[in-house]
């Protein structure tokens, strides 16, 4: 069997620096991403861990011979800054592809563009609706609505939780995903929202007033959407008011080792459906190749370097595959056409295809966060997957 | 609604205790101090860095953080009594609007933007008046106001330091030349608003989101109430910061009010602007 892996190794090998040379293009690959580096929610990891693996790629030889050029820039979480980053990747630099992206906003302010320019995003973290719902970006990661269909499901089927509430934080055009999301979970089982309030405040200093509206409202757990200030805010005026038997059913926006030692008091527990192998399950074989990779780079073990270096991954996987030049036109192609990549860390394969949107990862790995532990637990040992409807 | 606006009182108490600093600053020592809270709040981070860095229990760590807020505050008061002092209220607030930004900087850089680990030093319910739960933060927070008020009020009418600074602030010229230490008076003042803003923040901020810009713009609703008091009447100061929580507290209850009430700090800024200066004619005004 490893005979033969070799044989077919060589006859690749040897195909793919064949069909190199005979396009005669030698230069570097030049792959981008558009990525909130500064400003005030940043997220480096995603871009870092996806320059990672194209600098160990590029270490045993590159792609087809050639070496990738990985560019990251940064949009400060400033639109204008956003389009001009995807200008200077995709015209200046003339990028096959965008991968492991992670913003805010990008999605929202660059998907026409990638459009027009005929270019694909796999982007490592798409959090705004855009990243969800243009043709030619396709998130590598669960994203905040499925992941709050996840964290509804969890909480009412597993958990068998009743009166669950929602609070959400919205910024922009978020509401008709977040609700669709909410829909999405009553039509699976037909259960109602006790109640939701969407005029949470982003950055808010004191949330007491929106807890003692939802404990009065006669909630026994609630799901939100926040950031890790705002939850750890919210967790902590419910505590000041002394109600500890609330669940919180929260999303992976808040699954950080900080975010752990930050909560003390986590009422009957935080409950999230992580987005990729929970990274805090240190000994997990699933994590095991990302795991030496960010610890040999110094890069920190987050779910955003968990969908930076799956972007990059998966990229790899099928740029490796393209017989001739690797151009943007045949990227978008070889993407257009892939088979479904399954990786365990992730309980949905990956596939860009041919759709007008790219929704497609609908699984989350339940972890918990008890009171005064400051640290978070595997809750289940399989991943939960929003069923299909028909 | 009820429950609501008792919920704005841990931030009422908050702004109350601020908008008193503010109010002091401004009649002692000329300056609008838009880094009040920002000195609160550096102060509660490096309190937060001691804990975890260095092991240091909470109590020690949030001492040394309010020491250090005091000493900030002070060098600053030393450095416009310095090198401003003969200029005018507006230059000598300006300076300090530099410095909360170079506050607000100086965190992200030292500490990062993400959450840190706050240990309250008061946390749980106090007390249940009528189903409506008062936090232990509220109770203290709305005593602080009060306390610092009134402590206040005592220095500047009964002792001689007090007497001092208010020849400071009725003459400075004057008084410098009867011998009283402007100077040093001027530090002190600074130092012990520093003190008070950053014991405040520390007791608020575990209970709350605390990011470093959301804790140093709390100067916005503080200045609210102080200007409730025209930055002059302590009581008035304190009165609108408690009744400033109380209103946001209350609006959040109602859905259509809730995107609003982080307005309203604003909004009665605007307005208290106009009502003060609604019989100078236009000329004069602008």
Request: glycine fraction near 10%; proline fraction near 5%; aromatic fraction near 8%.
């Amino acid at each position: 069997m490893r005979r033969l892996g070799a044989v077919a190794a060589v006859v690749l090998l040897t195909a793919t620096g064949c069909a190199g040379a005979e396009s005669g293009s030698g230069g570097p690959i030049v792959v981008g991403s558009v990525n909130a580096l500064s400003g005030a929610a940043t997220f480096p990891e995603a871009s870092q861990a996806a320059k990672a693996v194209f600098d160990a790629a590029n270490a045993s030889g590159g792609v087809n011979g050639r070496q990738i050029e990985y560019k990251a820039l940064d949009d400060k979480g400033d639109p204008a800054a956003a389009a001009a980053a995807a200008r200077e990747i995709v015209g200046g630099d003339e990028a096959v592809a965008l991968v492991g992206s992670s913003s805010l906003i990008e999605c929202e302010i660059n998907a026409e563009y990638y459009e027009q320019q005929k270019i694909l995003s796999m982007s490592g973290i798409g959090v705004d609706p855009a990243c969800f719902s243009s043709p030619n970006i396709a998130p590598v990661n669960v994203g905040p609505y499925h992941d709050m269909t996840l964290s509804l499901l969890y909480g009412s089927e597993e958990l068998g939780l009743t009166d669950i509430c929602a609070l959400l934080e919205i910024a922009g055009n978020t509401l008709p995903s977040y609700q669709a999301a909410i829909d999405e979970w009553s039509a699976i089982t037909g259960k109602k929202l006790k109640y939701l309030d969407a005029t949470v405040p982003y950055g808010g200093s004191d949330y007491t007033s929106y807890i003692v509206k939802a404990r009065n409202a006669g909630c026994k757990a609630i799901t939100v959407n926040p950031v890790e200030p705002d939850s750890i805010g919210q967790l902590k005026a419910a505590q000041a008011q002394g109600w500890t038997d609330v669940t919180w059913l929260l999303l992976t926006s808040v699954y950080s080792e900080n975010y752990a030692k930050a909560i003390s008091n986590a009422g009957a527990g935080v409950y999230v459906p992580a987005e990729f192998y929970p990274f805090t399950d240190a000994g997990s074989p699933q994590n095991k190749d990302w795991r030496e990779l960010m610890t040999k780079n110094g890069i920190p073990l987050t779910s955003f370097s968990q969908g930076g270096y799956l972007a990059a991954k998966y990229f790899l996987d099928v740029v490796r595959g393209i017989s001739g030049d690797v151009t943007r036109e045949s990227v978008t192609k070889a993407l257009r056409e892939m088979r479904p990549i399954s990786d365990p860390m992730v309980g949905t394969p990956y596939v860009f295809g041919p759709g007008e949107t790219h929704h497609g990862n609908t699984a989350g790995w339940p972890i918990k966060l008890s009171s005064g532990t400051n640290r978070w637990e595997l809750a289940a040992d399989d991943w939960l997957r929003i069923p299909a409807r028909n | 609604m009820l429950q609501g606006a008792l919920a704005g009182l841990a931030a009422g108490g908050l702004y109350a205790v601020l908008a008193v600093c503010l109010t002091l600053m401004s009649r002692l020592v000329r300056v609008v101090n838009f880094a009040q809270s920002a000195t609160g709040m550096f102060g509660c981070y490096v309190a937060v860095f001691l804990s975890v860095q260095f092991g240091l229990p909470t109590w020690p760590a949030t001492v040394a953080g309010i020491v250090l807020g005091g000493l900030l505050s002070a060098l600053l008061g030393w450095i416009i009594s310095t090198w401003l002092a003969e200029a005018d209220t507006g230059t000598r607030s300006a300076v300090t609007v530099a410095v909360l930004l170079l506050l607000i900087s100086l965190s992200f850089i030292l500490f990062g933007n993400k959450p840190q680990p706050f240990h309250p030093i008061l946390d749980g319910p106090a007390l249940t008046v009528g189903g409506v739960v008062i936090s232990q933060v509220t109770v203290v927070t709305v005593l602080l106001a009060a306390l610092v008020a009134v402590a206040s009020r005592l220095v500047l009418s009964r002792t001689s330091a007090g007497v001092e600074l208010r020849a400071l602030s009725e003459r400075p010229t004057t008084a410098e030349l009867l011998g009283i230490p402007a100077k040093r008076l001027s530090v002190a003042v600074w130092a012990a608003t520093g003190v008070v803003s950053t014991l405040v923040v520390s007791i608020v901020a575990p209970s709350q989101s605390n990011d470093a810009t959301s804790l140093a713009m709390l100067v916005v609703p503080a200045a609210a109430a102080a200007l409730l008091g025209g930055f002059r009447r302590l009581d008035l100061a304190v009165a609108g910061g408690l009744v400033l929580g109380l209103v946001q507290g209350a609006a959040a209850q109602v859905d259509g009010l809730s995107v609003a009430r982080y307005f309203l700090p604003f909004a009665v800024i605007v307005a208290l602007l106009l009502w003060s200066q609604r019989k100078e004619v236009w000329d004069a005004a602008r």
